[in-house]
């Protein structure tokens, strides 16, 4: 067995120098350095300032904000760097965290402790002890299954570099036309963003709406703000086919579905989604869950001795439903990190699970969601009920605009399941009162009694979160 | 015992005609036509359409924002009218409540169940018999003792006609300078105000700080951000004596404490604050609390039969000390009103209590609190502890800027006990996810786990009040 010796210096890895001796320290490997990766090997050097720590990241790049990415296409973003966390260099004097880009896992054995490395440039495998192991490999784009997906002017935001790619070629080719593929969280931003470069946007969606985490009576309002910026929208519709030039650059994108049909384009942005990645942990024998994902339970920990799993590829604990769920979020993958890292160096700390909020900026609105909708409520088998408010988000008085906010509540005991809203303002942080009152069980009844601040410039003396809650209150007593 | 017939007609008030008759229809009188009371009225008139339902107001408004009227002083709202919500009208022809302006209740007699009413005009008495009361007979202001407070010159704006008043003055005599007593919600608000309006301010406050619902490590932002603003600041010092000229015009304002001194001024705004008015249910017998203002149960009962009361004149349990509380505000005036209004029909509502949230804007910051400050929770007892973190309230490389938030908890628990909040943006309903999760009794741990939504125009990948909760959690282990 080769140990880990690549360009450490004794000072900064004490226990470099004492490998393989029996007071070695243990040492610790996180495959995976974005969010999940880094803040496990982050909390674990402050729990345990001994302890080896080593990141091997397959990519260029480390700890960059993902969900930046469709500002930087829009143009709200100057600057890629700016996205950029923290670096490599920064890991190792600060934290005294070895970060390596360019290093693939490419095996892990469970029985021998040890994960397989292919360094940059393709030299001599390395094979690596571990004591702990945190896998954070992360998602991959969920690429549907088209022809012409290899054509030039195909594009996705998965990561930075993709990203980079695709702003080289609106710098350089200003294509005038483009093809969103998927009506999720990141078609909606690219579609926000490419208006906002000025291109001619058709988006098109395999399901009946857009924004499927909402309802009808949320998504139909976002659907419609898309069309009012000049976004042709496509529903119920499966591209079937990209088609290119001789020069095998896209041409034109085909549709069936309701609405078949195709389009001439110069450019085609997929946001068709990510699954899980999983290959390296399934090979080794580590358990899956039913979403596909890797399970975990709450320390994080996967079905194989010490080794801790969390981002975007893992299941987790809908605290709603109490279901396992794949619902890949920055947020949840730097909390899950933290922490499997502090379990990693020997800590006791518990991941307490989702209540699946999410948001997103579309043009003039803000949209939000947390727990169940009406469709996944009832689709879990609850008796639910939902009742939908439009009410001004601040004093009118002062320009205060409405927002829609939707409640789901269980029918017989009143117990608040969701909630969804849209509106120009006053959107965001107002879903994470639904989702600290999902994450403490209330009942709509409780919801509708909340100490919630008023001012004039900040809400009316009923919030909109009050008056939902009333309403909801009347629905269930109907 | 005179019947209640004024200007009803038959239709709109069935009960009216058979006044008297063993089928009558029950009458709810309520005695204040502000917040509490308007919407006591509404939500009994929603349970019970017989009822007759009778709303005695004193002054000549109803219904109207209080909280708005530092911005129609301000510049912010051009028209007072568009404070009011609803005229007298809009009760008689839409719910069926008759709303009495101008009308006194001057006695109250729990054993003969009637009040004693002066008209308009101090016409004859009347003394009107109830079957169900409700009391929103508000507050005061608490005007200190004070020589020169009949000085031309001396304004508040406590209500309605003070504010137009004041408004008028401003506009007719163009003060130059103006001195605000008191650095509550209203001198800060008022403070901002008249800085708008061009004036001189200075802003002397009795207590050792601003703002003193919060803690030192957040007044002292906003008295930096009034400096910053050009108000002069004076702490620790009372005002003991308006100085006028021979026309009784107020000229200069004089203080003494910490920093003793005087200042010539053309103005001085008076905002120190309320207190309860109970002289008409304390004449009658009926019991006050603790603080001075009335008691009730949760369901909004005083101690007579049939007596409930709402609003700015009683007192309200807190739910993080257990306490009874004098906290006057406009949406627990009308959360309380609903519940009294509810109960008095036959209904059974219980009002939850407050947890003592508030927001306010000055000047550049947004200042939200909730729960228990450091030194609230240390004077009732509590092991507790504070920490504090600068966070920004959304990603830097979209030009988010940082907000203060501060959290306090119990030690030997963890549990929360209050959160306070200044910034340029994103404050008042982030207090509100504290705010939930101090209504459901949540431990730092589960707020440190909350899911909440993030997006980068909305937040950080870690929310600030997350950040705070780890720094708290770091505090408690320390």
């Known amino acids: 067995m080769i140990s880990a010796g690549k360009g450490r210096t004794a000072d900064l890895n004490p226990g470099g120098l004492r490998c393989e001796s029996p007071m070695r320290a243990e040492r610790l490997i996180v495959v995976g350095g974005v969010a999940a990766g880094l803040s496990a090997a982050s909390r674990a050097r402050r729990l345990d300032p001994y ?22 296409i829009g143009g709200q973003v100057a600057d890629a760097d700016a996205l950029r966390v923290y670096s490599p260099e920064f890991f190792r004097t600060q934290r005294n965290i070895q970060v390596l ?31 702990r192991l945190v896998l954070a490999t992360g998602a991959q784009p969920a690429r549907p299954q088209i022809p012409g997906l290899d054509l030039a002017g195909v594009f996705d935001v998965n990561t930075l570099q993709s990203t980079l790619a695709f702003e080289r070629a609106l710098d350089s080719e200003r294509p005038r036309r483009a093809v969103i593929i998927g009506g999720g969280y990141i078609g909606l931003e690219m579609a926000d963003a490419l208006v906002a470069r000025g291109l001619e946007v058709t988006l098109v969606e395999r ?31 499966a591209v079937t086919a990209l088609m290119g030039d001789r020069e095998r650059r896209l041409r034109r994108v085909a549709w069936e579905g309701v609405a078949a049909g195709s389009a001439e384009t110069d450019c085609v942005v997929l946001a068709t989604g990510v ?40 299941e987790t604990k809908h605290r709603v439903s109490g279901r396992a769920v794949y619902f890949p979020l920055g947020t949840t993958a730097n909390k899950q990190g933290r922490v499997a890292g502090e379990n990693a160096a020997g800590g006791r700390a518990r991941f307490a699970g989702i209540v ?42 002062l320009g205060g605009k409405d927002v829609v906010v939707r409640v789901i509540a269980e029918r017989a005991s009143g117990r608040l399941l969701g909630a969804q809203m849209i509106g120009p303002e006053g959107v965001a942080k107002r879903i ?27 809400s009316t003396v009923w919030d909109p979160v009050l008056r939902a809650a009333q309403e909801m209150l009347r629905e269930l007593r109907r």
């Open 207 to 237: 399901g009946a709406r857009l924004f499927e985490a909402a309802d009808e009576e949320i998504s139909s309002i976002v659907e419609r703000e898309l069309e009012t910026h000049g976004v042709r929208v496509i529903k119920g519709s």
């Open 432 to 458: 994470d009162v639904f989702a600290t009152a999902l994450q403490a069980r209330m009942t709509v009844e409780q919801v509708a009694q909340l100490d919630l601040s008023y001012a004039p410039p900040f």
């Open 101 to 131: 880009t360019g290093h693939e896992v490419t095996e892990l054995s469970t029985s021998r402790r040890s994960v397989t490395v292919i360094p940059p440039g393709g030299a001599a495998l390395e094979e690596v002890h571990y004591d």
């Open 51 to 72: 302890l080896e720590i080593i990141v091997y990241e397959k990519g260029p790049d480390i700890s960059y904000s993902a969900c930046g990415l469709p500002y930087f």
């Open 356 to 397: 699946g909020t999410a948001v997103v900026k579309v043009f003039t609105q803000e949209v939000g969601r947390t727990g169940l909708s009406l469709a996944e409520a009832e689709s879990l088998g609850y008796a639910a009920r939902a009742a939908t408010v439009h009410a001004a988000a601040h004093a009118r008085y």
């Open 275 to 314: 699954r899980p990645r999983v290959k390296l942990a399934e090979d080794a024998g580590i358990e899956l869950g039913s979403t596909g994902a890797l399970a975990v339970d709450d320390a994080m920990q996967t079905s194989a001795a010490a080794v801790f799993a969390a981002g975007d590829c893992v």
